[in-house]
Nanobody, 124 residues
Framework: QVQLVESGGGLVQAGGSLRLSCAAS????????MGWFRQAPDKEREFVAA????????KYADSVKGRFTISRDNAKNTVYLQMNSLRPEDTAVFYC?????????????????WGQGIQVTVSS
């Protein structure tokens, strides 16, 4: 089992920045690809970003490329999502997830473990 706990969400004005953190415990953190997903009201959960087990490779949804950066610190068992130039349409509950699979996985059902989610609200 892997337990994931997100932090760092909140309310920010459009154009602002937030950094989400996800602390992992349980099994070996570096054995997992880590991802961030989000779910807006009345919408399906969608892929945001993922990072390889070593941190050497990343993948992003087109909607966040150039604005969001995913990173990880395997010594601290933590993955981060730096979000810049935030827009009102970024408003959602953000989830951290772990997958025992390749970086190319972007579907929520492919991820084995999930955090409880954290609210990010961007005001216009």
């Amino acid at each position: 089992q892997v337990q994931l706990v997100e932090s760092g969400g909140g309310l920010v004005q459009a154009g602002g920045s937030l950094r989400l953190s996800c602390a992992a415990s349980g099994r070996t953190f570096s054995d997992y690809v880590m991802g961030w997903f989000r779910q807006a009201p009345d919408k399906e959960r969608e892929f945001v970003a993922a990072i390889s087990k070593s941190g050497g490779a990343t993948k992003y949804a087109d909607s966040v490329k150039g604005r969001f950066t995913i990173s990880r610190d395997n010594a601290k068992n933590t993955v981060y999502l730096q979000m810049n130039s935030l827009r009102p349409e970024d408003t959602a509950v953000f989830y951290c997830a772990a997958a025992n699979g390749p970086l190319e996985w972007t579907k929520s059902y492919q991820y084995n473990y999930w955090g409880q989610g954290i609210q990010v609200t961007v005001s216009s």
